[in-house]
């Protein structure tokens, strides 16, 4: 696995990456409104996504993948003025909204990250990037550390070995150069279907770097992942590790200009792949 970035003993650099977070979910594991608009601490839960995403020191612009008859209302919202985000339209399918917000990107690197992720850290973002950067694709990964069941019709009739299984999280990140002749080899509007980038990638032949991902990168998808996910926000606004006003003490974007502090390269580690 790529190793954890090390501020300290690592060289500054300029921000070089885009964030894609996707924000087209219909909510329909969830059974009720849309997830990204709850409230937190005075701001719909996509805010804080978009909020950490802008934080991040690798991070040049935001790109936001929204529904089409969102895509109007999402431009006027404050929040993503503030970091001066860029919001297109999504697709049919996840890959192909992907395919809109790379088309919108002109950065080195680009990062897919789901909206429902709100509890990312900049740090995750900043490790991700360089991860790409460094290998082409990068993807954050956690171990399963609960024992494994397979059921049929409710009933168990197996059980697998957890040692060497690990959930996936978002970022995605990704050379821009890289997926776009992945592209050209698979076309993203094509009638195959893939479940994420990381699969895309994979198909056409390129090695998939990973990295440590952080327990706390929770998906809102099910019933009761939303009060879990306000739980976790609310105490880091308390903390002031995320403030209902900004993200940490860093300042919030202005565009792909805007002159952040530059960010530094993770330290030497061995790598992973997939």
Same mark, same amino acid.
């Given at each position: 696995?790529?190793?954890?970035?090390?501020?300290?003993?690592?060289?500054?650099?300029?921000?070089?990456?885009?964030?894609?977070?996707?924000?087209?979910?219909?909510?329909?594991?969830?059974?009720?409104?849309?997830?990204?608009?709850?409230?937190?601490?005075?701001?719909?839960?996509?805010?804080?996504?978009?909020?950490?995403?802008?934080?991040?020191?690798?991070?040049?612009?935001?790109?936001?993948?929204?529904?089409?008859?969102?895509?109007?209302?999402?431009?006027?919202?404050?929040?993503?003025? +503030? %970091?001066? /985000?860029?919001?297109?339209?999504? =697709?049919?399918?996840?890959?192909?909204?992907?395919?809109?917000? @790379?088309? *919108? !990107?002109?950065?080195?690197?680009?990062?897919?990250?789901?909206?429902?992720?709100?509890?990312?850290?900049?740090?995750?973002?900043?490790?991700?990037?360089?991860?790409?950067?460094?290998?082409?694709?990068?993807?954050?990964?956690?171990?399963?550390?609960?024992?494994?069941?397979?059921?049929?019709?409710?009933?168990?009739?197996?059980?697998?070995?957890?040692?060497?299984?690990?959930?996936?999280?978002?970022?995605?990140?990704?050379?821009?150069?890289?997926?776009? +002749? %992945?592209? /050209?080899?698979?076309?993203?509007? =094509?009638?195959?279907?893939?479940?994420?980038?990381?699969?895309? @990638?994979? *198909? !056409?032949?390129?090695?998939?770097?990973?990295?440590?991902?952080?327990?706390?990168?929770?998906?809102?998808?099910?019933?009761?992942?939303?009060?879990?996910?306000?739980?976790?926000?609310?105490?880091?606004?308390?903390?002031?590790?995320?403030?209902?006003?900004?993200?940490?003490?860093?300042?919030?974007?202005?565009?792909?200009?805007?002159?952040?502090?530059?960010?530094?390269?993770?330290?030497?580690?061995?790598?992973?792949?997939?």
């Amino acid at each position: 696995m790529v190793g954890s970035q090390e501020a300290s003993n690592a060289q500054a650099a300029a921000p070089f990456a885009d964030v894609i977070v996707l924000a087209a979910g219909v909510s329909e594991r969830m059974g009720g409104p849309d997830k990204l608009m709850l409230q937190v601490a005075g701001l719909p839960l996509l805010a804080w996504t978009v909020r950490a995403a802008a934080a991040a020191r690798s991070v040049r612009r935001v790109i936001v993948v929204g529904h089409p008859d969102r895509v109007a209302a999402l431009s006027r919202a404050p929040y993503l003025r +503030d %970091v001066d /985000a860029t919001v297109v339209a999504v =697709g049919a399918r996840r890959q192909d909204s992907v395919a809109a917000g @790379v088309r *919108a !990107s002109d950065a080195e690197v680009v990062l897919i990250h789901d909206g429902a992720r709100p509890l990312v850290t900049p740090d995750l973002m900043d490790r991700v990037a360089w991860g790409a950067r460094e290998h082409g694709a990068a993807v954050p990964v956690v171990a399963v550390p609960e024992s494994m069941r397979r059921l049929v019709d409710g009933k168990v009739v197996g059980i697998l070995d957890r040692h060497g299984l690990f959930r996936s999280q978002t970022p995605h990140g990704a050379r821009r150069s890289l997926l776009l +002749d %992945v592209y /050209a080899e698979l076309d993203p509007h =094509g009638p195959d279907t893939f479940v994420d980038e990381t699969t895309l @990638v994979q *198909a !056409s032949g390129v090695t998939v770097w990973t990295l440590p991902g952080e327990p706390a990168n929770l998906k809102v998808t099910l019933p009761g992942d939303e009060q879990l996910a306000i739980a976790l926000l609310e105490a880091r606004a308390a903390n002031q590790a995320l403030r209902p006003d900004g993200v940490g003490s860093r300042p919030r974007a202005t565009g792909p200009s805007r002159g952040r502090p530059g960010c530094r390269p993770p330290s030497p580690a061995a790598p992973g792949r997939t």
